[in-house]
């Protein structure tokens, strides 16, 4: 049996406490990250070395800088919805590359 290896990136921002304490308060993130059937979240929370972070996986893998800058502005548009009394733009967007093992 071989084993795959697949590599996304990730786009999103570090869950502080005040970005944890507006999550906490959402209804509809509550509601969107514990949702098992109909249409999920567009945002997902990714655990990477030792913190939390929220955000999206990109399916390309292959982006260019304009693609990646979409997809933080798309990140900050669902962060918006889900906190809308968080100041998204002065959430620092980060990139992370995870490879996954199955």
């Known amino acids: 049996m071989e084993n795959a ?3 996304k990136l990730f786009v999103g921002c570090h869950i502080n406490g005040e ?3 507006h999550l ?3 209804e509809s993130w509550l509601q969107a990250k514990t949702q098992v059937s109909g249409k999920a ?3 997902v929370q990714a655990h990477f070395q030792q913190h939390d972070y929220i955000g999206r996986f990109c399916d390309n893998k292959c982006l260019s800088i304009n693609e990646l800058n979409e997809i933080e502005s798309e990140v900050r548009s669902h962060l918006v919805e889900y906190c809308p009394k968080l100041d ?3 959430l620092a967007m ?3 590359p ?3 093992i199955s």
Request: hydrophobic share 50%.
């Open 24 to 26: 906490n308060e959402s």
């Open 41 to 43: 979240s567009p945002l």
């Open 19 to 21: 970005v944890r304490m």
């Open 94 to 96: 980060i990139v992370i």
């Open 98 to 100: 995870q490879v996954f």
């Open 88 to 90: 998204v733009n002065k």
């Open 5 to 7: 290896i697949n590599a």
